[in-house]
């Protein structure tokens, strides 16, 4: 009997549900091992007094804001559509999608605001520094970075860590790269190589590649969009090509 497919999902475990039924509607076995846990920053109510907009760049910032307040007539623009979707579902009624990446973000800002019309703040992560803001800046809006949360590194569990040192994973999802740079410092270097070699990393963008490329994977795939159906198409493709050499052996 053949061993399963496995792909290793590193997200959050609040996002992981979906990602997982995906997989396993694939014929691809997931192993949930989400490599950092998401906590709230200790603070007050958000003041959005004078914001025109809000800018959400992931699920976990739409939660954090909706917990650090309870207006919800603010626009929100979100990077993507799944974040988009999440906040529609926690209540925010004016929600537009860049369907893309950061910089698709800023581009739906500056076609959507009015510079003149307020300030703009970001839902951020304590570690996201500032360059959406920046960018947004650079384009004469006022836009200010809010940290209303921060990832945490959470310890490998026990199935993945035995799964990666007996060569049981075939795939390894990464779709930030905060979560790639967490993932490589769970690993011990000297073990990096056997647990890594037989892996292909799947990743959403170039940058979450250019985390990823820390580690000596046997290879590394990213999504033709920043988005979970073009990440899950990836390993559909690397999946099929590594099962031609054994169709031809047949």
């Not at 061993?3 to 609040?14: F, G, I, S």
Request: glycine share 6%; aromatic share 2%; charged share 25%.
């Amino acid at each position: 009997m053949t061993d399963p497919v496995r792909a290793l999902v590193t997200r959050p475990a609040e996002d992981t549900a979906e990602t997982a039924a995906r997989l396993v509607a694939m014929g691809i076995e997931p192993v949930i091992a989400p490599v950092t846990a998401i906590e709230r920053i200790a603070r007050g109510p958000l003041d959005l007094d004078g914001a025109q907009a809000v800018l959400v760049t992931s699920r976990n910032g739409v939660r954090a804001l909706a917990d650090a307040t309870a207006v919800r007539d603010v626009p929100l623009l979100a990077v993507g559509e799944s974040t988009a979707a999440l906040a529609r579902e926690t209540g925010f009624r004016s929600v537009a999608s860049a369907d893309g990446a950061s910089e698709d973000l800023v581009r739906l800002a500056a076609s959507m605001l009015d510079p003149a019309a307020g300030r703009l703040v970001h839902a951020a992560a304590e570690a996201a520094g500032d360059a959406l803001c920046q960018a947004l800046g650079e384009r004469g809006f006022e836009a200010e970075p809010e940290m209303l949360y921060r990832a945490v590194p959470a310890p490998l569990p026990k199935r993945a860590r035995r799964l990666l040192d007996t060569g049981g994973i075939a795939f390894a999802l990464f779709l930030s790269a905060g979560t790639a740079r967490a993932f490589a410092e769970l690993l011990h270097e000297e073990h990096a190589k056997r647990r890594c070699g037989r892996i292909t990393a799947v990743c959403l963008s170039d940058r979450v590649v250019e985390a990823a490329a820390a580690l000596p994977w046997r290879a590394i795939r990213r999504a033709a969009r920043p988005d979970l159906p073009s990440l899950l198409a990836a390993i559909r493709m690397a999946h099929d090509e590594q099962r031609e050499p054994d169709r031809m052996k047949v």
